[in-house]
């Protein structure tokens, strides 16, 4: 209003609220407002004197009255302020230890593509360290020409990570011989949802006789969504506490071709639970004990709950909330740390769907960010 009256240089010099006087002060609520104006007053930025121009430049091109406002050049500049960013990180991780010789941080005419393709593992929350090796790895078997190829790196990189993923392939199950599949995860991993997808699976899809046994009888309303998915697709369930009873619904569970174990969610730190935990799985015999994790977690996390869930017997690894995960990078040194295959992956909360075997060309795209690729370029 005041740049309506006196002009687009016309600037705010005092504001003050206005007390009202007299009986009116009891009823009425609006609050009145004395602005003292000038066009002629040169008043200070109240940006400071680095964010002055651009913060005036921002106020003109915002107005109402300007058509003009340029996104492409305001989107430009932004762009430019990041890839500041990540030149400064780089610089800043390349400082921060001893490189290697021929390593990323040694070479003064690092490629942009190459350098892109550093920022991009950075991004999708690969470590650092592992995303130093990675590019420089890439490095050493790409020619110059190569290295000026962002997508042709990518694949390259994409070829490294995939050869570190090991697999188990879906569930084997052969009618008339029965297989034990136990879950195992600390709290909140989904570990139940999971087991009800499987289940799912294998009885209303392929038909087999299937078991459900639960000793999650810790956490609030489990037994129930177990049972409630074990009416569901109509499947015997036993609730079970102690190892003599695990003993015993493994007996009567004995002509059936799959029998999946839902054990409670354990905190990694607690030793004397996951020691129970052992007990409780050795009175099943279990095939497979699958370690579910947490796409969400942290790298460290991750591996920490590898470590302490290792006394149980763990034969696969079994990731889950993909589509909640900001990137999958995390995922990487756990698979380097404990070298476990992978089963399944799952993405959502919809049973059957939302799980799929595991495989190490997706699970590479995934964590690499690449899942639009056509998988012919990586492969």
Not at 26 to 41: K, Y
Not at 292 to 301: D, E, N, Q
Not at 356 to 378: F, K, S, V, Y
Request: glycine share 4%; charged share 30%.
């Amino acid at each position: 209003m005041i740049r309506e009256e006196l002009g687009p240089d016309a600037a705010v010099l005092h504001t003050r609220e206005v007390k009202q006087r007299g009986l009116s002060r009891l009823w009425n609520r609006v609050r009145d407002i004395e602005v003292t104006a000038s066009n002629t007053v040169q008043v200070p930025s109240r940006f400071g004197d680095v964010e002055e121009s651009a913060a005036e430049e921002d106020l003109e091109t915002r107005s109402p009255l300007n058509d003009d406002f340029d996104y492409s050049r305001r989107y430009r500049d932004d762009l430019r302020r990041q890839i500041a960013r990540l030149e400064s990180r780089l610089e800043d991780l390349c400082h921060s230890a001893t490189p290697p010789r021929d390593s990323l941080c040694s070479r003064p005419d690092l490629p942009q593509a190459l350098f892109h393709l550093f920022t991009d593992l950075i991004e999708r929350d690969v470590q650092e360290e592992l995303a130093r090796e990675l590019v420089a790895r890439v490095q050493e078997e790409s020619s110059d020409e190569d290295l000026q190829d962002r997508l042709l790196l990518r694949s390259r990189v994409a070829r490294l990570v995939e050869r570190e993923i090991e697999i188990t392939g879906p569930l084997t199950v052969t009618p008339g011989t029965r297989r034990v599949v136990a879950m195992v995860g600390s709290t909140g991993v989904g570990k139940t949802t999971t087991i009800a997808k499987l289940a799912a699976i294998f009885r209303l899809k392929r038909q087999h006789r299937v078991g459900l046994i639960t000793v999650d009888t810790y956490r609030v309303a489990a037994v129930e969504q177990l049972r409630t998915y074990a009416e569901i697709i109509d499947l015997p369930m036993e609730v079970v506490s102690t190892p003599h009873q695990m003993r015993e619904a493994a007996r009567r569970f004995s002509d059936l071709d799959l029998v999946l174990i839902d054990t409670a969610g354990r905190s990694p730190k607690d030793q004397i639970k996951i020691q129970e935990l052992r007990a409780l799985l050795g009175e099943a015999s279990p095939d497979e004990v699958h370690l579910v994790l947490s796409s969400v977690a942290s790298a460290g996390s991750l591996r920490r709950a590898a470590e302490r869930f290792a006394p149980v017997g763990i034969t696969a690894l079994l990731f889950t909330k993909l589509d909640e995960a900001p990137g999958l990078g995390n995922l990487l040194p756990v698979l380097r740390h404990t070298k476990l295959p992978v089963s399944y992956l799952t993405d959502g909360q919809n049973v059957p769907d939302d799980i799929d075997p595991a495989r190490p060309a997706r699970l590479a795209r995934g964590i690499l960010g690449m899942e639009d690729l056509d998988h012919e370029m990586i492969t």
